[in-house]
């Protein structure tokens, strides 16, 4: 549709039920508004042409879900879910060939153009109403089934159970949007009522069925019934997970009928525990029902299992090294023995010469700026910024799971102002933000290899270059039992190095280290941490630089350089705050990463001690400067003579620093050395001796007075009173 369309038509005159759904004015809002009213009304606000806007990050954004009474936006929030939305974002398959593809299977869906699609690149989002809202868990699982549809190709966005969607139109773009029917909407929600399966999936569940009992009209039924008993309460809850259970079991029967070829079924079968995030070394293909039962509340990518069988079924498709090393049994010792190459191997960095693609953590004391000093160099290894001396000579997809996702967002937000960032690329392609959820390690590493395998792509050489992946924090995304037992740590650092991901693992340092030397920092927590990964590094501040310092300390390979000063960027804006009726300001800032070294911060330190010293003696010296001019005031103003000496014996210190700052403070005019009189001069004090008295006085009318004072005035004899 362009953009003289408007969904009002649509249900208005039904009477279907009401729908739920929840906005927030911008990407800063946490705090979401609720929405009831019909489907419609709902259409008409996501798709309103008033909402257009210059840049996507001031759109508003929207969820279609019920979220926990008082609850700000993340998945912990969500209830359920009013509609399945899945986003797509890889710009070959247009909004009228999706629709086909759910109108082919009765789906009735909206579809809209993006803030981002071009016109040879389309990108989109599809919006399924639900006639009955889904938990989370089902969400995902009827998503997973829309996703397979489409081949797989919906973002992992969409299966986050938190995620907001922007909606809003490019300023200077007309808008584009296509939606079935509207008596398609109503047979749905008609039939739904029913049945709230086979509406929305009739190809996945009753014709794979359909198959499935012509092959095995009874050896079917009888095997989920007792795989179902025997794994009592591992299947959760919902229909949802046992329908999905059914279609694999059915697939999997089918498929071992048509496929005499064992080799070829072991394949597949690794495939699909391979859609599971599931290291298939790890089990034998003939537990793969038994598996399947027990890890059911694992998202699926999103192929199907016939997808994986087919794709097994090409034997000689050129399938890359890494699952040529998957296919080594672990038990073949011989099959792992690495032959010593005469020419050493390279090493493979995500930042050149400084972090390896390994495991590397990097920790820091708390409020040391991790996040927005470590993004703009992860920033780097994505393509996206440039830093004169700090390269990344091969580009990675970057993936970031944060315990703060608003702050990434307000990183990345200064950062886009700064010198160095990289206008005219794709942001989206590069950078992946996903909040932080605890995993155990095991599951942490399932999702390390989904990642890997997801984002790893073959560049113009052949090589096959893998994402890298910030834990952005260890303790925000893994579960520890007890952080000081290395043990423990041990086997997360394996499940970490065993996906193959290269990993910034971000801890913390102890309290009683944050002003240590780096050659005495540690992590916080068990040996382990750095005994297990690649490179360690610490992040402090360094008050003497006046600046953020990452510091490289146990490394495997030979360094370029020792260190990255951060200084920092960035600006600061006024928001409107909707439940308030003030307006509030948000600060948006980034770290300015620049080579530095261990060096260049102890002279700096010796520059920084030496001007110290220097201050602090000129501090002295002003202070008896002060303390000169005080007592020559005094005694100017009760007729005292005041000689040299007689100044250092009342006020003590060296007596060559004493005769020099009283002689800079008669050549400055600040006091005048006046030779003392023959009569008022006792006998011991040599005659050319000189009276300190203030600039101001007349030498006569004070020597005067101290006749007048008579001998109470005169300075006591003293056998040093000189002019020497």
């Known amino acids: 549709m362009n953009d003289h369309s408007t969904p009002k038509s649509i249900f208005t005159s039904h009477g279907v039920q009401e729908f739920q759904w929840v906005t927030y004015s911008s990407i800063h809002t946490t705090t979401p508004v609720m929405n009831q009213g019909v489907f419609t009304e709902f259409l008409n606000q996501i798709l309103d042409p008033k909402i257009s806007k210059l840049e996507k990050r001031d759109c508003p954004l929207f969820q279609c879900a019920v979220l926990k009474p008082g609850s700000t936006r993340g998945s912990a929030s969500v209830l359920y879910h009013t509609a399945l939305v899945g986003d797509y974002d890889e ?50 699982v009827y998503l997973a089934r829309v996703n397979q549809l489409f081949g797989g190709r919906l973002s992992s966005e969409s299966f986050v159970s938190g995620q907001a969607f922007f909606y809003g139109w490019k300023r200077g773009k007309d808008r584009f949007f296509e939606m079935s029917d509207p008596e398609d909407f109503l047979r749905f929600y008609d039939q739904s009522k029913l049945n709230r399966f086979s509406p929305l999936f009739p190809v996945l569940t009753q014709a794979e069925d359909r198959v499935g009992r012509r092959l095995f009209p009874d050896e079917v039924e009888d095997e989920i019934k007792e795989v179902t008993e025997r794994h009592n309460g591992k299947l959760g809850t919902g229909e949802g ?66 997808e994986a069988f087919k794709d097994a079924d090409d034997e000689d498709q050129d399938q890359g090294p890494e699952v040529a090393e998957k296919k080594k049994k672990a038990s073949d010792w011989k099959a792992l023995r690495v032959i010593p190459q005469e020419s050493g191997r390279p090493v493979e960095y995500t930042i050149d010469g400084f972090i390896p693609a390994g495991l590397s953590m990097i920790a820091a004391p708390w409020g040391a700026g991790k996040t927005s000093n470590l993004l703009p160099l992860a920033m780097v290894v994505a393509g996206m910024f440039r830093v004169t001396g700090i390269t990344a000579e091969i580009r990675r997809k970057v993936v970031i799971l944060s315990e703060d996702t608003d702050q990434v967002e307000r990183i990345l937000a200064s950062l886009k102002r700064s010198e160095g960032w990289v206008s005219g690329e794709s942001l989206e392609d590069w950078f992946y933000i996903l909040p932080a959820v605890k995993h155990e390690p095991r599951a942490l590493h399932k999702a390390l290899v989904a990642i890997r395998e997801e984002l790893t792509y073959q560049d113009t050489k052949g090589f096959y270059v893998r994402p890298l992946v910030l834990l952005d924090t260890i303790p925000a995304n893994i579960e520890v039992e007890n952080e000081n037992d290395n043990a423990t740590v041990s086997r997360i650092a394996a499940a970490i190095k065993t996906s193959n991901t290269p990993t910034w693992g971000i801890g913390h340092t102890p309290k009683a280290l944050v002003r240590a030397d780096v050659s005495d920092m540690t992590f916080r927590g068990a040996g382990a941490w750095e005994a297990d990964s690649m490179a360690t590094l610490f992040l402090f501040y360094d008050e003497v630089i006046d600046r953020r310092v990452l510091a490289l300390r146990k490394k495997r390979f030979g360094e370029r350089y020792s260190e990255i000063h951060f200084g920092h960027g960035g600006f600061s804006e006024i928001v409107e705050v909707p439940w308030a009726g003030e307006a509030q300001e948000v600060k948006f800032i980034h770290g300015e990463p620049e080579v530095g070294s261990a060096q260049d911060r102890k002279d700096a330190r010796q520059e920084a001690t030496t001007e110290r010293r220097e201050e602090a003696k000129e501090d002295r010296r002003l202070g008896k400067i002060s303390e000169v001019l005080d007592l020559i005031t005094r005694a100017s103003a009760a007729g005292r003579l005041m000689t040299k000496v007689k100044v250092y014996e009342e006020l003590g210190g060296r007596k060559t620093d004493m005769l020099e700052i009283i002689r800079a403070l008669v050549d400055a005019g600040q006091v005048q050395a006046v030779e003392i009189p023959d009569d008022l001069r006792p006998p011991r004090v040599g005659p050319g001796t000189d009276c300190l008295i203030l600039p101001d006085l007349v030498p006569e009318i004070f020597f005067a007075r101290v006749r007048q004072l008579g001998s109470s005035g005169r300075v006591q004899e003293s056998e040093e009173d000189t002019d020497s």
Do not use: C
């Not at 070829?264 to 079968?269: I, R």
């Not at 599931?278 to 699926?300: G, K």
């Open 91 to 140: 710009g070959s398959l247009n909004i009228h060939e999706a629709k086909a593809v759910l109108d082919a299977n009765r789906v009735p869906a909206v579809f809209y153009e993006t803030f981002s699609s071009k016109e040879d690149g389309p990108k989109w989002r599809v919006i399924i109403p639900l006639a009955v809202p889904l938990a989370p868990p089902d969400m995902r």
């Open 241 to 306: 997970r046992t329908e999905l259970l059914k279609g694999y079991l059915v697939a999997v029967k089918r498929q071992e009928a048509e496929y005499q070829n064992r080799t070829t079924l072991t394949q597949a079968a690794r495939r699909v525990m391979d859609d599971y995030f599931v290291d298939p070394a790890t089990m034998q293909p003939e537990r793969l029902v038994d598996w399947v039962l027990e890890n059911i509340d694992f998202e699926p990518r999103s192929r199907s299992i016939a």
